[in-house]
C-alpha cells in the first residue's frame, strides 16, 4: 500500500470523526431546549431525504439483499438504535469529552466480542490490554466518587450497543451497500424518535433550532460517508488508530462551546483507553501477518 493512500485514509477518518463530534456537539446544544426525541425525530426528517439520494444516485434502492443478511441488518438497525438512545441520553447531561472518552473503548469491546462470539483468536497481551483499558473507563466513570453521574452507565450501555452493531457489521457480506443500511438505520432511528415524542412535551423550533438541525444532520452525513472513504483507502491498521483524534476533536469543542475542560483524571482515563486501543490495533495487525493469534 502506497504511503499516499495511507496518508489519504488517515486524514478521511479524522474528518470523520471530525464530523461525528460536531454532531454530537450540535445535539447537545439542541438538548439544552429540546428532548432528545424531539431532536432525534427531527434530524431524522432532514437526514432521511440525505442518504436516499445518496442510494438513489449510487442505483442501489433496489440491490438485492440476501436473507442470511437481513438477520444481520435488522441486529445491526436495533443496536444502533439502542447506541443512539444511550448515548444522546448520556450526551444530554455529561460533558461531550467524557462521552466521547469512554466510547473509545469500543475497538476493546469488539476484539473481546469477536474472541468470546466469534472465535478469533485473541492472545494474552490483547486480553491484558482490555482489561486495562476498562481500567481507564473506570477511572472516567469513577464510580462511587463525588462527580460520579449515573448517565456515566448509558455511556458504557452505548458502547455494548456498538459493539455488537460492529460485530453483526463483520458478518454482513460485501455485497450489501453501505449507504442502504446507513439509510435503513436512519428511517429506523427516525421511527423510534417518533414512537417516544408522545412522553415528551414538544418544543416550538426557534431559527436558531432548525439551523443547528440541519447542520447537525449535514455533520452527520459526512460521518456516514468518510467512514466508508476511511476503510477503504489505505491500511487498515494505519487508518483505524486515528478514530481516536474524535477525543481531540470533543475536548476541543467541548472547550469552546460548552467551556467543559476535562479534569485529570478524566484525561488520564482516556489516556489509557487510547493506548491500549492503538496497541490493539497494533497487535492485531501482527496477528494479521504472522497468521497466529497474539
Not at 446507513?182 to 423550533?205: C, D, E, K
Not at 468518510?226 to 475536548?251: D, K, N
Not at 478524566?266 to 489509557?272: A, D, K, N, R, Y
Request: with cysteine; charged share 15%.
Amino acid at each position: 500500500m502506497l504511503p499516499a493512500e495511507n496518508l489519504k485514509g488517515a486524514i478521511f477518518m479524522s474528518i470523520n470523526m471530525l464530523a461525528f463530534v460536531v454532531n454530537d456537539a450540535f445535539m447537545k446544544f439542541l438538548f439544552i431546549d429540546i428532548s432528545i426525541y424531539q431532536a432525534i425525530f427531527l434530524r431524522g426528517i432532514i437526514t432521511i431525504p440525505m442518504l436516499a439520494l445518496i442510494v438513489i444516485y449510487r442505483n442501489q434502492i433496489k440491490v438485492s439483499v440476501d436473507k442470511a443478511d437481513w438477520k444481520y441488518i435488522w441486529l445491526r438497525v436495533a443496536a444502533e438504535v439502542g447506541a443512539a438512545v444511550f448515548f444522546l441520553s448520556a450526551l444530554a447531561q455529561i460533558p461531550l469529552a467524557n462521552v466521547t472518552a469512554i466510547l473509545q473503548a469500543v475497538p476493546l469491546t469488539v476484539t473481546m466480542a469477536a474472541a468470546l462470539f466469534l472465535r478469533e483468536k485473541v492472545g494474552w497481551r490483547r486480553w491484558l490490554a482490555i482489561i486495562i483499558g476498562f481500567m481507564g473507563v473506570t477511572i472516567i466513570v469513577r464510580p462511587g466518587v463525588d462527580g460520579f453521574s449515573i448517565y456515566s452507565f448509558y455511556a458504557i450501555a452505548a458502547v455494548f450497543c456498538v459493539t455488537i452493531r460492529d460485530i453483526a457489521t463483520r458478518k454482513l457480506s460485501n455485497d450489501v451497500p453501505t449507504s442502504l443500511v446507513a439509510l435503513i438505520t436512519g428511517v429506523a432511528i427516525t421511527i423510534y424518535g417518533a414512537i417516544m415524542l408522545p412522553s415528551v412535551v414538544w418544543v416550538t423550533l426557534t431559527s436558531t433550532h432548525w439551523v443547528l438541525l440541519t447542520l447537525a444532520a449535514i455533520a452527520i452525513v459526512f460521518g456516514y460517508f468518510f467512514s466508508v472513504l476511511a476503510m477503504r483507502t489505505g491500511e487498515t491498521s494505519f487508518i483505524a488508530p486515528f478514530r481516536y483524534t474524535a477525543m481531540i476533536w470533543a475536548i476541543g469543542l467541548g472547550i469552546i462551546i460548552f467551556n467543559d475542560w476535562p479534569d485529570n483524571m478524566t484525561v488520564l482515563g482516556t489516556l489509557i483507553v487510547v493506548v491500549t486501543g492503538i496497541y490493539s490495533f497494533h497487535r492485531e495487525k501482527i496477528r494479521r501477518d504472522s497468521g497466529q493469534g497474539i
